[in-house]
């Protein structure tokens, strides 16, 4: 069973700020974040990671709570294109899986 | 150039049927992966294999064999296709190593048994 839980269903206006919250309170100190999104039937897309400290790249940006029991990807100017099933997960190096969730689904409006 | 690839992108084919999907991986990466979406969209690991090892088998039915002639390539075979086979399988690959390991995935090959 996945390790994380995230909302089904997420709108956000064309040029907002999408935050997309995910819990995941059994997580253990070796575990990291991760975040991918699947647009369409497109393969699973690289968004960003993270283990204790916040990250930022080119396509988000990750926050995650002190006690990591919880995180929040943030696409900063949400478009049209940014629309996908998002998901989190939690894994440390030598598992040799992902457990993917449910994820969530975003929709940018125009 | 394409990171993770798959051939076909497509496959339709009669059930009993046995058929090959192809995955090539030009990143280096010493660990490759097969997952399996059906229709729920349910993103499930099947197989990992590192340095062509097989490390993951999610309990899959023995119908399916994957064979990794290098660790650039993984390829997954099934035997006498069923009407539950049809779904899309995405490949993956990564490196091992101390801390995160990204996988990154190709685009998928849609099979759809008849």
């Known amino acids: 069973d996945a390790k994380t839980t995230q909302p089904p269903s997420m709108d956000c206006a064309e040029g907002r700020a999408a935050n997309l919250p995910c819990n995941h309170s059994t997580i253990s100190g070796n575990e990291y974040v991760y975040w991918y999104r699947q647009i369409h039937s497109q393969g699973p897309q690289y968004i960003i990671h993270g283990l204790k400290n916040n990250e930022t790249n080119e396509m988000a940006s990750l926050i995650i709570t002190e006690d990591r029991k919880s995180s929040t990807l943030i696409l900063p100017h949400a478009t049209l294109r940014d629309t996908a099933v998002y998901y989190c997960i939690v894994t440390f190096s030598g598992t040799y899986k992902y457990i993917f969730g449910t994820g969530t689904r975003l929709k940018v409006l125009a | 150039d394409t990171a993770v690839s798959q051939t076909p992108k497509y496959l339709v084919t009669q059930m009993g049927n046995d058929k090959s999907i192809k995955c090539e991986q030009n990143l280096g990466h010493d660990t490759m992966y097969w997952y399996k979406q059906d229709s729920k969209k349910f993103l499930k690991i099947m197989f990992s294999?590192?340095?062509?090892?097989?490390?993951i088998n999610e309990t899959v039915p023995n119908r399916f064999s994957p064979k990794s002639p290098d660790k650039a390539h993984l390829n997954l075979h099934i035997n006498s296709l069923e009407l539950g086979d049809s779904a899309v399988y995405f490949c993956?690959?990564?490196?091992?190593?101390?801390?995160?390991?990204?996988?990154?995935f190709g685009p998928g090959t849609r099979l759809t048994v008849l």
């Open positions: 993956a690959s990564s490196q091992m190593g101390q801390g995160a390991d990204t996988q990154y």
């Open positions: 294999y590192n340095n062509k090892e097989l490390i």
